[in-house]
């Protein structure tokens, strides 16, 4: 049987994981956003990430009604998964694309699933909706198998294809045809793993491993910095010994590193453990931006600035440089504890979209400073590339008074600047 691949989810992963597989195998994507179907359909990726030469020549239809996915005997599920404002799972895009799969299910098909879980999550929420809505047998009728996303917003070079791919299937069957499909496309190989529950594990803590890391290093950040000691310089001279992981400290935000650990948390309260360092982690770096948000506001005291009546200059909003995704970025974490010193923050990103940051956290953002608007103070947020060439006699020239430079990523380090912070 000739394979037809339906790719449903066409964000940051989907939508380059479908046009890779369009070059071999006629595709359908599938998104329930029609503004972004049709911009897809022009060779535009909403998400900026794709260039439009990546379009070109691909056997792909993209649409946002769900009945084409009939078409389809192979399914990839790879919608985000996030967390409510209690840092509780929230399935209901996964649950709610399961059904949308479920309804045009048949005999034969292989459905697979690429969101970030927590173990157990394709079988005990997934699969039991796509037989409620296909009324058929998962493991008898159709098979299922889970392979996780490893994309990296922004990489241009550790791109999909050559990212070594998990896969993994309910059964030896469904294993193979998985294991065939994706070793269609992935140059750097494939690793089976033994279950579904591993494949699903090996991926959330991929994320928690790193946010543990990275909670160490700022936990440190904060130490040093309240001792007065160069954490930069801490961290390049215990890098000397070959066996010193040399992370640095930061704003952890986004769609995975910061949202990944709640969901291992969350199952592991749910069968009766209650993880202490995992929960730890979280908890200093959600604290990082309060603790930024102090410094900056007892540097302008320093300065005889009245917080309420001074203005701050924030340079990036987005989770990560030179990328367009604002999702979850904790610079507006940071700009919502500005405001709550009463000090004025204006927001300047060349690469988010003004309308979706108002939308999405009721802030407004420029793509540049207004000419001639000047600032008691500069927070360099996200090392953007249009960021890190900026002279100082342009930083210099959006200051009211001396250059007062908060620069998180320490982009600037060693440029001379006399009142100078970084973590």
């Known amino acids: 049987m000739k394979t037809i691949i339906s790719v449903t989810g066409l964000g940051y992963v989907g939508l380059p994981l479908a046009l890779e597989f369009a070059k071999h195998f006629p595709v359908i994507g599938f998104d329930i956003n029609e503004a972004r179907i049709a911009l897809m359909q022009q060779g535009i990726d909403p998400s900026n990430e794709l260039e439009a030469s990546a379009f070109d020549g691909k056997n792909i239809t993209f649409t946002s009604n769900a009945a084409d996915l009939q078409r389809a005997n192979f399914h990839i599920i790879g919608v985000p998964t996030d967390i409510d404002h209690n840092n509780v799972p929230n399935l209901n895009p996964l649950l709610s694309a399961s059904k949308s799969v479920g309804k045009y299910l048949k005999k034969g098909d292989v459905v697979v699933y690429e969101s970030t879980v927590y173990p157990g999550c394709t079988e005990d929420d997934c699969v039991p909706v796509l037989?409620?809505?296909?009324?058929?047998?998962?493991?008898?009728?159709?098979?299922?198998?889970?392979?996780?996303?490893?994309?990296?917003?922004?990489?241009?070079?550790?791109?999909?294809?050559?990212?070594?791919?998990?896969?993994?299937?309910?059964?030896?069957?469904?294993?193979?045809?998985?294991?065939?499909?994706?070793?269609?496309?992935?140059?750097?190989?494939?690793?089976?793993?033994?279950?579904?529950?591993?494949?699903?594990?090996?991926?959330?803590?991929?994320?928690?491993?790193?946010?543990?890391?990275?909670?160490?290093?700022?936990?440190?950040?904060?130490?040093?910095?309240?001792?007065?000691?160069?954490?930069?310089?801490?961290?390049?001279?215990?890098?000397?010994?070959?066996?010193?992981?040399?992370?640095?400290?930061?704003?952890?935000?986004?769609?995975?590193?910061?949202?990944?650990?709640?969901?291992?948390?969350?199952?592991?309260?749910?069968?009766?453990?209650?993880?202490?360092?995992?929960?730890?982690?979280?908890?200093?770096?959600?604290?990082?931006?309060?603790?930024?948000?102090?410094?900056?506001?007892?540097?302008?005291?320093?300065?005889?600035?009245?917080?309420?009546?001074?203005?701050?200059?924030?340079?990036?909003?987005?989770?990560?440089?030179?990328?367009?995704?604002?999702?979850?970025?904790?610079?507006?974490?940071?700009?919502?504890?500005?405001?709550?010193?009463?000090?004025?923050?204006?927001?300047?990103?060349?690469?988010?979209?003004?309308?979706?940051?108002?939308?999405?956290?009721?802030?407004?953002?420029?793509?540049?400073?207004?000419?001639?608007?000047?600032?008691?103070?500069?927070?360099?947020?996200?090392a953007h590339q249009e960021f890190q060439v900026l002279s100082i006699d342009q930083l210099e020239q959006w200051s009211k008074d001396e250059l007062l430079l908060f620069d998180i990523k320490g982009i600037k380090k060693g440029q001379g600047i006399r009142k100078y912070w970084k973590l």
């Open 131 to 382: 037989e409620q809505y296909s009324g058929l047998q998962a493991g008898v009728d159709f098979h299922f198998g889970y392979s996780p996303e490893r994309i990296v917003p922004g990489d241009k070079v550790r791109t999909l294809t050559k990212i070594l791919k998990i896969v993994s299937g309910n059964s030896p069957e469904a294993t193979q045809k998985i294991t065939e499909v994706y070793g269609t496309i992935i140059e750097a190989g494939l690793h089976i793993a033994p279950s579904v529950k591993v494949a699903e594990a090996a991926k959330v803590i991929e994320n928690t491993q790193r946010d543990l890391n990275i909670s160490l290093m700022n936990e440190l950040a904060i130490i040093f910095d309240t001792m007065d000691i160069d954490t930069q310089a801490v961290i390049e001279a215990a890098g000397t010994k070959w066996n010193f992981h040399k992370y640095l400290p930061g704003l952890v935000g986004g769609h995975c590193i910061s949202v990944d650990p709640f969901y291992l948390i969350h199952k592991a309260k749910k069968i009766g453990i209650e993880p202490q360092v995992i929960a730890a982690g979280r908890q200093v770096n959600d604290y990082l931006p309060t603790y930024i948000a102090k410094r900056i506001v007892q540097k302008l005291i320093e300065e005889g600035k009245n917080p309420g009546e001074t203005q701050v200059l924030v340079l990036g909003v987005t989770f990560k440089e030179n990328v367009s995704d604002i999702r979850n970025s904790k610079v507006f974490a940071l700009i919502k504890e500005l405001q709550d010193f009463g000090v004025q923050a204006t927001a300047v990103d060349p690469h988010a979209n003004p309308e979706q940051v108002v939308k999405e956290y009721d802030i407004i953002c420029l793509k540049e400073p207004v000419s001639g608007l000047k600032f008691d103070a500069l927070v360099l947020a996200v």
